[in-house]
């Protein structure tokens, strides 16, 4: 059972346009979601996050919007830059409402985004 | 100050071998979590200690042991290993359960024959 889920296994985009990466979770529990970056042969490190109690947050080229009713948010990088090209997983943690669930965070699957000059 | 370390980066095991992957962080966490990265499953909670002298399991915790041996180290042992078992193995620190934001080390990419 994938509670988060992103369905597009890779994106390619040309430098200086946007890149949008989606995700849909199904766990209700669920009010943070956090988006990590993976280079190759690296571990994933934190690049932006949300709590359900927003709809928007942005930090510098990176925004996360979030959909609540829908259960989905996306990541846009705009302008997108060569550097960006690496995996990201979107993440999301149940609060105390969650129960066992607490503060584990749950990963989706991972979108491979390729930045072309 | 180095963040999150594993050891070793690499390791190859034949089926039922039995081997044990370090990790260690130094930012003073209180909790620590082991995963495992596999294509197309993103990264899979295998244990976590959300705090020194406690562990857990996570979503795939079968085939493994844990040890919290101090605030700083967390280890995670296969005691028999098995080629399922193969994958990349990540260890995150974080402040404290449900502080949101995790730290991962660089990772140890296993093969098991």
């Known amino acids: 059972d994938q509670q988060v889920k992103q369905n597009s296994p890779s994106l390619s985009v040309q430098e200086g346009r946007i890149s949008i990466l989606n995700c849909d979770y199904t766990?209700?529990?669920?009010?943070?979601f956090l988006w990590y970056k993976k280079y190759p042969a690296e571990g994933p490190t934190f690049l932006i996050s949300?709590?359900?109690?927003?709809d928007k947050n942005e930090d510098g080229r990176f925004t996360v919007f979030l959909n609540k009713s829908a259960k989905h948010l996306s990541l846009h990088i705009v302008p997108s830059q060569p550097g960006d090209s690496a995996v990201y997983f979107c993440?999301?943690?149940?609060?105390?409402?969650?129960?066992?669930?607490?503060?584990?965070?749950?990963f989706g699957q991972g979108t491979i985004l390729t930045v072309h000059p | 100050n180095a963040g999150v370390t594993q050891t070793p980066k690499f390791q190859v095991l034949k089926t039922g071998q039995s081997m044990t992957l370090q990790c260690a962080q130094d930012?003073?966490?209180?909790?620590m979590y082991w995963y495992r990265q596999d294509p197309g499953m993103g990264l899979r909670l295998i244990y976590y200690?959300?705090?020194?002298?406690?562990?857990d399991k996570g979503e795939v915790p079968n085939g493994y042991n844990v040890s919290r041996l101090n605030k700083r180290e967390f280890s995670l042992r296969l005691e028999s290993a098995a080629p399922s078992q193969t994958s990349v193995y990540f260890c995150a620190s974080e402040p404290a359960l449900g502080s949101h934001e995790q730290y991962f080390g660089p990772g140890t990419r296993l093969t098991v024959t």
């Open positions: 949300i709590s359900s109690i927003k």
């Open positions: 930012m003073n966490h209180n909790s």
């Open positions: 200690s959300a705090s020194e002298g406690t562990t």
């Open positions: 766990n209700s529990m669920f009010d943070y």
């Open positions: 993440a999301a943690s149940a609060g105390w409402a969650g129960g066992t669930s607490y503060g584990k965070l749950t």
